[in-house]
């Protein structure tokens, strides 16, 4: 009679390499569900548990070989006028290799807030003497002005401007839009630094803030 781990063994050479991952991902979110309900009454939908799986896969999607993921985000805190700015580096095989948190004096505009937070981590991915990216962030409207190379004479467009010079230093790169969901290292980053003075660089590791982020994902 074959044992689980044959079963298992047997199964993982039947399926492709993304739907192992997916497999593995949902099956610990599954144990973990169950522990959630069996010691603190707390029920998670089905349904909700393989969204979360899913979103939490693509985030941290591995780029090919040779390339870098770059993910970036902003905080503002109105009330301050401070911009939290937040980028996490992952390579090909989805380690962390840097964070970058800066908290800066600014106009708290979330569109203001979020091209120099692009800017800020694509310069920052410079400085490290990297030369092939994938930049992810969530905000929509800078990531289309980035694609469209779309510059005017606002301090908007400067901001973009300087991204996309940046950018253009690059043996490779391209920028994608994700969802929120999709880019929640990166926030808590940004928004963890609101309460800290200046820059914060941390090099093959990780800050605590984004410790559950990619714990969940080492786990698969």
Same mark, same amino acid.
């Given at each position: 009679m074959?044992?689980?781990?044959?079963?298992?063994?047997?199964?993982?050479?039947?399926?492709? *390499?993304?739907e192992?991952?997916?497999?593995?991902?949902l099956?610990?979110?599954?144990? *973990?569900?169950?522990? &959630?309900?069996?010691?603190?009454?707390?029920?998670?939908?089905?349904?909700?548990?393989?969204?979360?799986?899913?979103?939490?896969?693509?985030?941290? !999607?591995?780029?090919?070989?040779?390339?870098?993921k770059?993910?970036?985000? /902003?905080? #503002?805190?109105?009330?301050?006028? +401070?911009?939290?700015?937040? /980028?996490?580096?992952?390579?090909?095989?989805?380690? #962390?290799? /840097? *964070?970058?948190?800066?908290?800066?004096?600014?106009?708290?505009?979330?569109?203001?807030?979020?091209?120099? /937070?692009? $800017?800020?981590?694509?310069?920052?991915?410079k400085?490290?003497g990297? +030369? +092939?990216?994938? #930049?992810e962030?969530?905000? $929509?409207?800078?990531?289309?002005? %980035?694609?469209?190379?779309?510059?005017? &004479?606002?301090?908007?467009?400067?901001f973009?401007?300087?991204?996309i010079?940046?950018?253009?230093?690059?043996? !490779?790169?391209? #920028?994608?839009?994700?969802?929120?969901?999709c880019?929640?290292?990166?926030?808590? $980053?940004?928004?963890?630094? $609101?309460?800290?003075?200046?820059?914060? %660089?941390?090099?093959?590791?990780?800050?605590?803030?984004?410790?559950?982020?990619? +714990?969940?994902i080492?786990?698969?």
């Amino acid at each position: 009679m074959k044992g689980f781990e044959d079963i298992m063994e047997e199964l993982f050479d039947m399926l492709e *390499t993304k739907e192992v991952e997916e497999f593995s991902l949902l099956s610990q979110k599954i144990w *973990t569900r169950r522990n &959630d309900f069996v010691f603190k009454g707390a029920f998670t939908h089905p349904n909700m548990l393989m969204h979360h799986s899913l979103l939490l896969l693509q985030e941290f !999607q591995q780029a090919p070989q040779g390339v870098y993921k770059l993910n970036w985000d /902003a905080s #503002v805190d109105k009330l301050h006028c +401070k911009v939290g700015v937040g /980028a996490i580096i992952r390579d090909w095989e989805g380690s #962390v290799i /840097a *964070t970058l948190r800066i908290n800066r004096d600014l106009y708290p505009d979330p569109l203001l807030a979020e091209e120099l /937070a692009a $800017l800020r981590a694509v310069i920052f991915y410079k400085d490290l003497g990297l +030369k +092939k990216v994938i #930049v992810e962030g969530d905000a $929509l409207q800078v990531v289309k002005r %980035i694609q469209k190379l779309e510059v005017d &004479d606002t301090c908007f467009g400067m901001f973009i401007s300087e991204i996309i010079e940046t950018l253009a230093s690059f043996d !490779q790169w391209s #920028v994608n839009h994700i969802g929120r969901d999709c880019n929640k290292a990166a926030h808590a $980053l940004s928004k963890d630094v $609101l309460g800290v003075i200046d820059v914060m %660089i941390d090099l093959e590791k990780f800050p605590q803030c984004i410790h559950s982020f990619v +714990k969940a994902i080492n786990k698969v």
